[in-house]
């Protein structure tokens, strides 16, 4: 009973160095997220895909680029990391839109430290 | 702009009931979502709230009046396992979610 995956965990970046976070799911979902969740602040919206072949802009959008080729599958890509992008990433899914949508099942996490 | 607030931390007791304070506003309402994020775990959905008056789950119950944008989390019996941050999260009229920072509870012996 996978639910959502993320890989990898842990990543320590040097600043300028590129990375791509991986997510997938095995629930069938449409809908797929990444957040970024840092100290005192909300969960904030990186970028979202409401099906396959299709992203968009999420709050914080600055820095990062995602695909979603697969229907299971959503990456969230770092093209040159900062040490503003240290955070932990959360991978998210959801069923379809609307409001069910609000019930969104997470990943276990990605912590990135960018040095 | 849209904004969610709840406070920082609390502390209750083990056994006791603890009540858990969220405003809003925001453009739109399309329903209001209670989530629990243990320490270094992922959020876990726990309630959602759309219409006015209380919805009852269990231990966990919450509460919404559009009116006021305000929403509450009860929290009964009380055990240590309900340490955890949570989180109060609004549906805006584009169905995009906005999330509050999250209450910390620390549940004491």
């Known amino acids: 009973n996978a639910g959502v995956t993320q890989t990898p965990k842990f990543r320590v970046l040097k600043t300028g160095q590129s990375m791509t976070l991986l997510c997938a799911q095995d629930?069938?979902?449409?809908?797929m997220y990444w957040y970024r969740q840092d100290p005192g602040m909300g969960l904030r919206l990186i970028h979202y895909?409401?099906?396959?072949?299709?992203?968009a802009k999420g709050e914080v959008p600055d820095g990062y680029n995602v695909s979603r080729l697969k229907k299971q599958n959503f990456l969230l890509g770092l093209e040159s990391a900062a040490p503003s992008q240290t955070s932990v990433y959360f991978c998210?899914?959801?069923?379809?839109?609307?409001?069910?949508?609000?019930?969104?099942?997470f990943g276990e996490g990605s912590r990135l430290t960018v040095l | 702009g849209q904004n969610i607030d709840q406070p920082t931390e609390m502390t209750a007791t083990e056994g006791a009931i603890v009540q858990i304070n969220c405003t809003y506003q925001?453009?739109?309402?399309?329903?209001l979502f209670w989530y629990q994020q243990h320490a270094g775990e992922a959020p876990t959905f726990l309630s959602y709230?759309?219409l006015d008056g209380l919805e009852e789950k269990g231990r966990f119950s919450s509460f919404l009046s559009r009116s006021k944008g305000y929403s509450y989390l009860l929290l009964k019996e009380l055990q240590m396992k309900d340490s955890a941050s949570y989180l109060c999260?609004?549906?805006?009229?584009?169905?995009?979610?906005?999330w509050g920072a999250g209450t910390k509870l620390i549940i004491k012996p």
């Open positions: 709230n759309v």
């Open positions: 998210a899914s959801s069923r379809t839109s609307g409001i069910v949508t609000g019930e969104l099942f």
């Open positions: 999260a609004v549906m805006d009229s584009n169905y995009q979610l906005i």
């Open positions: 925001t453009s739109g309402f399309n329903g």
């Open positions: 629930m069938n979902h449409e809908y």
């Open positions: 895909s409401v099906g396959e072949g299709t992203t």
